[in-house]
């Protein structure tokens, strides 16, 4: 829960100001809490697994195109 909030902090921070790292750091924090949140479901499953697993690759999938965007304005 702590990566998924400094997460939205930093992708906030980066939408007022629009620096790089900002924008990095936010994507990298959701990446972590995603493939955290897979391995979570896998070694303790819990009622709303597949709920979670869908937001978890849903995510995985948004931050992807977020990198995408960091390297094509590289």
Do not use: C, H, K
């Not at 400094?6 to 994507?27: E, K």
């Not at 990298?28 to 995603?34: E, K």
């Not at 849903?58 to 965007?69: D, H």
């Amino acid at each position: 829960m702590v990566m998924v909030l400094l997460a939205l902090v930093m992708l906030i921070i980066w939408n007022f100001i629009p620096d790089r790292p900002y924008m990095i750091l936010g994507w990298s924090f959701v990446v972590g809490a995603s493939i955290s949140i897979l391995v979570r479901e896998a070694i303790a499953p819990s009622p709303e697994m597949r709920i979670n697993q869908i937001a978890a690759l849903f995510f995985i999938i948004i931050s992807l195109y977020g990198f995408g965007y960091i390297f094509q304005t590289l």
